[in-house]
């Protein structure tokens, strides 16, 4: 119904930089929040970023100043830019798509497999 593509994941040192980009597609109108989420080795789920259809964003305070998310909603696509990384960015990170209305009166949620980043010091 409706599917969440992610890229750019990848592997490199500390201080480098990485985009992340996800593709939403299948059946549906629009989507009210994209954001992204990470997990790392033996921690929990954790938000990094979200961003409204209208613009808005939210950040984990471990990434303000270094991680930038934005959205182009003519392409159904969020990006995260991730300046100076950190070993302690390493994790599996997941797009995720909320408010994604697929017909009247009707809105889900959906997940996208996940794409490793991994920082080495």
């Known amino acids: 119904q409706v599917q969440l593509v992610e890229s750019g994941g990848g592997f490199l040192q500390a201080g480098g930089s990485l985009r992340l980009s996800c593709a939403a597609s299948g059946s549906f109108f629009s989507i009210n929040v994209m954001g992204w989420y990470r997990q790392a080795p033996g921690k929990q789920l954790e938000l990094v970023a979200t961003i409204t259809s209208g613009g808005s964003t939210n950040y984990a305070d471990s990434v303000k100043g270094r991680f930038t998310i934005t959205r182009d909603n003519a392409k159904n696509t969020v990006y995260l830019q991730m300046n100076s990384l950190k070993p302690d960015d390493t994790a599996v990170y997941y797009c995720?798509?909320?408010?994604?209305?697929?017909?009247?009166?009707?809105?889900?949620?959906?997940w996208g497999q996940g794409t490793q980043v991994t920082v080495s010091s």
């Open positions: 995720n798509a909320d408010g994604v209305k697929v017909r009247v009166g009707v809105r889900n949620n959906y």
